[in-house]
């Protein structure tokens, strides 16, 4: 029964993601705006709770879903919120992806990935700084911790499962980097913000499924 409502869940997940997506990403705040992007990353937890998923996922998710409800309201305050939950949310992939064996040795045979992520984190933070105003310490603060969690899925060992992880990571920090673009570089009524808002979105989900995914299907 746990494993049908698991599915369920999963299943229901994709049909918000997609109602999302395709109606809500370019709307106004609006209530059911926020419960359909909030339940698609809550659906995300409860699926990898029901499935046995380690603790330390679904409190990375539950921050996630935290962080949507906030980022789908306006002010100031709710962008701060929403920046923190997400931040707490790259803690625990942190360590979650050392709890799955990740190491530092595995990172050096990794080298040129991790200095290709360190270089593209710097030259964001140097792109973005100008133009943060009161929100530059947040802001680099966060990008300093998602390049952390880039390195750390970078240091998983060889496995199936852990490649769908790094996927997501790398989802997840193309989702924040086209987020991060379309919030503080492209001027109102600029054309590509009407595609950002699906890049963001598509990359941002697809990122917390696999890496829900991989890590079920990775040896602990």
């Given at each position: 029964?746990?494993?049908?409502?698991?599915?369920?869940?999963?299943?229901?997940?994709?049909?918000?993601?997609?109602?999302?997506?395709?109606?809500?990403?370019?709307?106004?705040?609006?209530?059911?705006?926020?419960?359909?992007?909030?339940?698609?990353?809550?659906?995300?937890?409860?699926?990898?709770?029901?499935?046995?998923?380690?603790?330390?996922l679904?409190?990375?998710?539950?921050?996630?879903?935290?962080?949507?409800?906030?980022?789908?309201?306006?002010?100031?305050?709710?962008?701060?919120?929403?920046?923190?939950?997400?931040?707490?949310?790259?803690?625990?992939?942190?360590?979650?992806?050392?709890?799955l064996?990740?190491?530092f040795?595995?990172?050096?045979?990794?080298?040129?990935?991790?200095?290709?992520?360190?270089?593209?984190?710097?030259?964001?933070?140097?792109?973005?700084?100008?133009?943060l105003?009161?929100?530059?310490?947040?802001?680099?603060?966060?990008?300093?911790?998602?390049?952390?969690?880039?390195?750390?899925?970078?240091?998983?060992?060889v496995?199936?499962?852990?490649?769908?992880?790094?996927?997501?990571?790398?989802?997840?920090?193309?989702s924040?980097?086209?987020?991060?673009?379309?919030?503080?570089?492209?001027?109102?009524?600029?054309?590509?913000?009407?595609?950002?808002?699906?890049?963001?979105?598509?990359?941002?989900?697809?990122?917390?499924?696999?890496?829900?995914?991989?890590?079920?299907?990775?040896?602990?």
């Amino acid at each position: 029964m746990s494993a049908l409502t698991g599915l369920a869940s999963l299943i229901l997940s994709f049909i918000l993601s997609v109602a999302y997506g395709a109606y809500y990403a370019r709307k106004a705040e609006s209530f059911a705006r926020m419960l359909c992007k909030t339940s698609s990353i809550l659906l995300l937890a409860v699926f990898a709770a029901l499935f046995a998923a380690p603790v330390v996922l679904v409190a990375a998710l539950l921050a996630s879903a935290t962080g949507d409800f906030f980022l789908s309201r306006t002010g100031t305050r709710n962008f701060l919120a929403g920046m923190a939950a997400f931040f707490l949310a790259h803690v625990a992939y942190i360590g979650l992806f050392a709890q799955l064996g990740g190491t530092f040795e595995v990172l050096l045979d990794r080298w040129m990935w991790a200095v290709m992520l360190i270089f593209a984190a710097m030259a964001m933070a140097s792109w973005l700084s100008p133009k943060l105003g009161k929100l530059k310490v947040p802001v680099l603060a966060y990008i300093v911790v998602i390049c952390a969690m880039g390195l750390a899925a970078l240091a998983l060992p060889v496995h199936a499962g852990h490649l769908m992880v790094m996927g997501g990571a790398a989802a997840f920090i193309i989702s924040d980097a086209v987020l991060s673009i379309e919030l503080f570089v492209l001027s109102c009524g600029a054309r590509s913000l009407r595609v950002t808002p699906y890049i963001v979105w598509t990359f941002y989900w697809s990122a917390q499924v696999l890496i829900v995914l991989g890590v079920l299907g990775a040896p602990v």
